[in-house]
């Protein structure tokens, strides 16, 4: 560990003779240079300096292998071995740049943050005779102040294992600096039987938006293996089969035999029609027309694009490809090693292959080529009637082939990829070549057995039935298995043209497609709503199955592996979900298993309470929400401590039912003590609202932000604070046609386009619906419910996106198709429209649907509770609702059933199953609602007579892309002893129309409005605002009934 203060040749000489007897030795800090002394490297290691400086998550700094050695056994392939209470200069020992060593293999790189410094070697590895040396060159503190020293503890144990043998490896692998080569290599599979192919049914029933006229919008097909994204005119943009991208810029080119042009498709304008388990697009030509369909193995690496071509004459196809077999991000583009590619005529199909003898591609056709060729290409081309590569320095094989096409003809390419080596990549294709469609069907079967299984609503709204399957369809969509990690959800899609390249000179980031904490915490909720529950147990699995030392969950994990944890809100979250998970789930054999895990993150939250306030901690910790910008900075935001209240309730229920009373009752207890600092010390009396943060010194950072809705959607507010709150989020500060922003628009941090400052997020929106339908707004709710659920319409279709500009309606984000904006919509629908409030292990769900007043159905199937499964209808026609429950369960269900009604409702009767039912009516100002508990067997009716109530129909913007927001908001509503008010908010001048529906009275006066029509129930009135120097002006309109 010291300097270089022994030279004696005889001491040297002994240690030599001492390693190759077998003895080892560990070299650390600037004993790395003995290496040099010791005879086993010529060329002597360099210095350099790095600052351990908190930019905000911390000083996490340490070393990294290339995927994983026995030294990080346990840490994941990488360790944060220094964690410094201050900032600090650090020196490292090792080769840097263009230096290597020359003898030695490279254990491992410097590591900060999301950052591999590949060419920062710090550890290195020695054989010499029978023994080993290992160098470390940086961060091995022994006696310094490191919040990591656990970390480092296990690295050295590891490392000491590691020289003592006393442990045996399955894989170790080391960092590879030998330049990458691209080589031929011969294969001759036996020659298999391939059918031709056929022509394709249609996917009927199958739900499908059609367009006339593509675009260069976004569009992906995803298994849990593979995932295919492109633009909709033509082609496909990259492939990947996690963790590594198998093909990019895959092209398609029709030649007609009384024409040399080649008609690339990328430049074509087809007809579209984009389903759950595939996208076909249609190319019309001058007679003849060519159809491709594109979709996706459900469960395996393979995909498949099928074409069928319809003309008066014959024609040729051209088909052209990329691929660089990048792994993906945070590694670079320089470790991908070697490849080598071959057409293998016995499987009719290219082979591409990485000299890892992992990685591996085929692409093939069931039809053969007339002509093909491949190499280390830039691209193919067709020089008169020959395909021929165009070479260049790009690191890339590409290939291309060309196909006859007869009159009447159909063709099918397959491909599949994966990190799992040829052999069982050869499975893979030998089993889709014989029966592409079978793919197909198998994708169609199993989204009509997914939407089948899980809850469904049915409305009399038919954009709401079709935009909810599509959510359910999109969110789903981001369960991957990934050969060697598990399975989670990733975060979004996107090629890797959009968004921050990682530092590489070649991307290796798919938008957010990535195993993600917080992102599938909050995605996961909505899976437990539908019942998705084995989901949601992968996503819990792998959060325990690469949780720190320390107990923390972590922030991300690649598909290439590698894991950092650099958010503070993740752990938190992780609890809710294990609490949620049990209450809809009631598997507590599961939670039982995962208890030490749960206990290990709560015992964490509770280590970085650092100045005894009570509250968690992003200071040293992580980020949580927010992750840069102006928000950035608070010792404890508001965000992250109800966050905390809500994981401390969570895990008192769990030790509850686990048996664990005494610690269930502290952890009650310490989350009652949060909840009040929450209502008394974030609240702002100076602005009738919440605190952003509280700060490192005690003050509270006054921002105004939307992240005052989580306390509100855990329910954890006073209800005298929860009106103010609300009817700031439903005015325009925050809320646009589209959406909510994080920051008021007149905030001085405001920006459109900003990430953390002014964009629309969906999340933040369904964060605000939840919110606004759990405190009784739910008109205000479904407004932004649906502004989420319209997104399905426009850009990636049928898909929701992960950020919306703030001012203009279009994308502002790096993904086109975001997890956590997918199930923003079914999330506010079950749990908050519906009030869905499951305990499986106990037996018990409760509902409380808040319903549109205009709402005369409404059929839910599939409600899950455990091993319940519940049914639930809805009819309402003049003064009578009636609601139908049928139960399926070993056991009675106990259902507490609370249906909101308009205010000024009066409930006349209420019968259960024909029988008079005593039931409690609650009333006020803004609605009237019912309370049973009831016992479900098999089947309920519960009839409700009633008469009166008045409420308006909810405002649901329509805005096209590019439009701005028309600023129209229905803010709250009150009713009292015959006169109902109504708060609007618009822009100044303008003039506008709400629909207000009234049952069994009639409209005596309505003061600053006009009344301009009436079709039975609905009333329609004209409200013009003034002219005002502010751009939105508030008016209340009073309607006085008769």
């Not at 350099?48 to 700094?61: C, H, L, Q, S, T």
Request: proline residues 4%.
């Amino acid at each position: 560990h010291a300097p270089n203060i022994i030279t004696e040749p005889q001491v040297l000489s002994s240690l030599k003779d001492f390693v190759q007897k077998g003895g080892n030795i560990l070299l650390t800090q600037d004993a790395f240079p003995y290496i040099v002394d010791l005879g086993l490297e010529t060329e002597r290691p360099q210095i350099r300096y790095v600052e351990a400086r908190d930019g905000g998550y911390g000083r996490k700094i340490g070393l990294h292998a290339f995927k994983e050695h026995p030294v990080f056994d346990g840490l994941f392939g990488g360790a944060n071995i220094y964690n410094p209470y201050q900032d600090v200069l650090c020196r490292q020992n090792g080769y840097f740049d263009d230096s290597f060593p020359k003898n030695g293999k490279v254990i491992a790189v410097d590591w900060s943050y999301i950052h591999l410094r590949e060419n920062s070697k710090l550890m290195v590895e020695y054989e010499y005779g029978r023994g080993k040396v290992i160098a470390v060159g940086a961060y091995v503190y022994m006696a310094e102040s490191n919040y990591h020293k656990n970390h480092l503890s296990l690295f050295l144990e590891n490392i000491f294992n590691y020289l003592a043998e006393r442990k045996e490896f399955e894989k170790k692998y080391y960092w590879d600096y030998q330049p990458n080569l691209i080589r031929h290599f011969k294969k001759d599979t036996p020659s298999i039987d391939i059918p031709s192919s056929k022509v394709w049914d249609k996917s009927p029933g199958s739900i499908t938006l059609y367009s006339r006229d593509a675009s260069e919008d976004f569009w992906d097909i995803a298994g849990q293996r593979l995932v295919i994204m492109g633009k909709e005119r033509g082609g496909i943009e990259e492939i990947w089969a996690h963790p590594l991208m198998a093909l990019r810029d895959y092209e398609v080119g029709i030649q007609f035999t009384d024409n040399d042009s080649i008609h690339w498709l990328n430049n074509q304008n087809p007809e579209l029609e984009i389903r759950p388990e595939s996208i076909t697009r249609q190319y019309k030509f001058k007679r003849a027309y060519l159809k491709e369909i594109v979709t996706t193995s459900i469960d395996q690496p393979t995909g498949v694009i099928h074409y069928e071509y319809r003309g008066v004459y014959s024609a040729k196809i051209i088909i052209r490809f990329k691929s660089n077999m990048r792994f993906m991000w945070p590694y670079s583009q320089e470790v991908t090693g070697n490849l080598f590619y071959t057409w293998d005529p016995g499987m009719n199909a290219f082979i591409i292959k990485g000299g890892n003898k992992e990685f591996g591609l085929i692409l093939g056709s069931n039809s053969r080529p007339n002509q093909h060729v491949i190499g280390p290409y830039n691209e193919v081309i067709k020089s008169d009637t020959l395909l021929m590569g165009v070479e260049g320095e790009n690191f890339l094989v590409s290939g291309g082939l060309e196909f006859n096409l007869e009159a009447n003809d159909n063709l099918d390419m397959i491909i599949t990829a994966s990190n799992e080596g040829l052999v069982e990549l050869e499975k893979n294709y030998k089993a889709a070549i014989i029966n592409p469609q079978a793919i197909h069907i198998e994708a169609i079967e199993s989204t009509r057995g997914f939407l089948a299984e899980h809850t469904q609503v049915i409305t009399p709204n038919s954009v709401l039935n079709e935009g909810y399957r599509w959510a359910l369809i999109g969110a789903n969509r981001f369960y991957v298995d990934t050969p060697g990690l598990g399975q989670s959800l990733v975060a979004g899609y996107s090629t890797t043209a959009t968004g921050w390249d990682g530092d590489h000179q070649i991307n290796g980031r798919p938008g957010y497609a990535w195993y993600f904490g917080r992102d599938a915490q909050w995605s996961a909720f909505a899976l437990l709503n539908y019942g998705d529950f084995e989901k949601v147990k992968s996503v819990l699995k792998i959060f325990q199955d690469y949780q720190d030392l320390n107990g923390k969950i972590f922030h991300e994990l690649s598909t290439s592996g590698v894991v950092h944890y650099d958010a503070a809100d993740a752990t938190p979250l992780y609890i809710v979900l294990a609490g949620r998970y049990l209450k809809h789930s009631g598997d507590l054999k599961f939670i039982r298993k995962s208890w030490p895990y749960i206990k290990k993150a709560v015992d964490f939250c509770f280590s970085t309470d650092t100045n005894n306030d009570h509250l968690i901690e992003n200071t040293n910790v992580g980020h949580g929400w927010v992750e840069g910008g102006g928000l950035f900075g608070s010792n404890s935001t508001l965000y992250l401590s109800s966050s905390w209240a809500e994981a401390l309730k969570e895990v008192a229920y769990i030790a509850s039912s686990l048996g664990y009373t005494e610690q269930s009752l502290e952890y009650l207890k310490e989350h009652e003590i949060v909840k009040k600092i929450i209502n008394e010390e974030y609240w702002n009396e100076k602005d009738n609202f919440f605190y952003y943060g509280k700060n490192i010194d005690g003050s509270f950072n006054p921002e105004v932000t939307i992240l005052a809705a989580i306390p509100l959607l855990f329910n954890q507010i006073e209800k005298n604070k929860t009106s103010p709150v609300l009817g700031k989020f439903a005015q325009n500060g925050f809320s646009s046609d589209w959406g909510v922003r994080i920051v008021l628009e007149e905030s001085e941090l405001f920006n459109p386009r900003g990430y953390h400052t002014g964009s629309v997020w969906p999340l933040f929106t369904g964060w605000t619906a939840l919110a606004e339908y759990k405190n009784g707004n739910s008109n205000q709710g479904y407004t932004h419910m649906m502004n989420n659920l319209l997104v399905y319409r426009y850009w990636a279709k049928g898909f929701i996106e992960e950020v919306l500009n703030g001012l203009e309606y279009k994308p502002s984000g790096v993904c086109r198709h975001q997890g956590w904006s997918q199930t923003m919509v079914s999330q506010p629908i079950l749990e908050g429209m519906l009030g869905m409030e499951p305990n499986a292990f106990e037996h018990k769900v409760s509902l409380s649907p808040g319903l549109p007043v205009n709402w005369d159905s409404l059929t839910v199937n599939h409600i899950k509770i455990g091993n319940h499964n519940l049914d639930f209808k809805m009819n309402r026609i003049e003064g009578r609702t009636t609601y139908q429950f049928t139960h399926k369960g070993r056991r009675p269900l106990l259902l507490t059933f609370s249906p909101f009604f308009p205010p000024g409702t009066k409930i006349h009767s209420v019968k259960l199953n024909g029988k008079e039912y005593k039931t409690q009516i609650n009333a006020n100002s803004f609605q009237t609602h019912l309370k049973l508990n009831l016992e479900l067997k098999k089947y309920a009716t519960v009839d409700v007579e009633h008469s009166g109530g008045i409420d308006v129909i909810p405002l649901v913007p329509n805005p096209k892309p590019g439009y701005k927001s028309k600023g129209f908001r229905l803010l709250s509503t009150e009713y009292k002893a015959m006169e109902f008010l109504i708060e609007l908010q618009g822009q100044s001048g303008s003039n506008e129309v709400i629909e207000l529906y009234l049952l069994d009275r009639k409209i005596d006066r309505v003061d600053n409005a006009k009344l301009i029509d009436r079709k039975g129930n609905i009333h329609k009135l004209a409200v013009s605002f003034k002219k005002d120097k502010t751009r939105y002006v508030n008016e209340t309109v009073k309607v006085l009934l008769k």
